[in-house]
């Protein structure tokens, strides 16, 4: 978790970019304008998940110890940012945030000069400190700070809401929906699946992440899951029928104050399967309804 310090300062940062590049308040967040601000440059003709190490032999050990499944890198002292360009281009707008991060933060400064983000983020202490930051910074920046907050208190609570906030913003449906989780002042917990037995095998799944909004654990604590999920669990038996959304979902869970029932909206999107859970009792109205009428999104 980062320090409170530290949030405050990188949102200092992301707000004089996102201004200083005349990028606040227009939507989709323009993500290559912000890039080119801060004097970078994407390098779109090089797929950083296809090269040979000895092709960057000027980067050092930092690139030659990089993972396969390799995101981003960002090469300093050229500054140039590649990419795995296999990455949706929502994906690809969250990635060069994350790497502008690593460049504009000024307290970063004596990291390698190049820098591998995988899917983990994981490295040395002060490193993953560093990712965690510039996760931060791409977060705030692509979402714009409080205009993400205005419009999400426009819409009704659903899973159609982020999916809607994702095309606003130029963001991925899956970031989208775990920042509409943080930032809700609904009770309201999206589960990420993954692991899903091939067919014909035991068809279960685990979890991948758990989010909560802040009331939701305030009311009910933590939810109190499973390893493992099997089709005794309906949104299971939902995935093993090919289904990319459901919205009309009821659950029984159990929590830390006791078992809740829960609606739940499913969105499978090839990757991962999203859960949204809220209670049953949980306002939903706001001044703006979606209306899905298909369920192949």
């Known amino acids: 978790m980062l320090d409170p310090h530290s949030k405050k300062d990188i949102e200092k940062k992301s707000l004089e970019i996102l201004r200083g590049s005349k990028s606040f308040d227009i939507f989709p967040t323009p993500v290559d304008k912000i890039v080119s601000y801060s004097e970078l440059l994407v390098q779109k003709d090089i797929d950083v998940s296809r090269i040979h190490s000895d092709l960057f032999y000027k980067a050092g050990d930092a690139l030659r110890r990089a993972a396969a499944k390799v ?17 949706s281009t929502e994906r690809k707008n969250f990635v060069k945030l994350h790497e502008v991060g690593h460049e504009v933060l000024p307290w970063q400064s004596k990291i390698h000069d190049v820098l591998d983000d995988d899917d983990n983020s994981l490295r040395a202490d002060v490193v993953e400190e560093f990712e965690a930051e510039a996760n931060y910074f791409a977060t705030v920046t692509l979402f714009q700070h409080d205009r993400f907050l205005d419009e999400l208190n426009k819409l009704s609570l659903g899973i159609e809401s982020p999916m809607y906030l994702a095309k606003f913003f130029g963001a991925s449906i899956h970031a989208t929906l775990r920042r509409y989780v943080e930032c809700s002042n609904k009770r309201c917990a999206l589960l990420i699946l993954e692991n899903f037995g091939k067919p014909g095998q035991h068809q279960s799944c685990t979890i991948r992440n758990l989010f909560q909004s802040d009331k ?10 499973p390893p493992k999920f099997d089709t005794s669990f309906d949104f299971v038996r939902v995935y093993y029928l090919n289904r990319r959304f459901k919205k009309d979902g009821e659950i029984f869970l159990q929590t830390e104050n006791g078992e809740e029932e829960f609606n739940y909206h499913y969105f499978n999107n090839t990757y991962n399967a999203f859960i949204f859970l809220f ?3 949980e306002k939903k109205s706001s001044r703006t309804k979606f209306i899905i009428t298909s369920d192949k999104i």
Do not use: N
């Open 71 to 87: 995101r981003g890198l960002l090469d300093r002292r050229e500054k140039i940012i590649y990419l795995d360009l296999s990455q």
């Open 279 to 281: 209670p049953k009792r």
């Open 216 to 225: 939701f654990s305030k009311t009910f604590g933590d939810l109190i899951l």
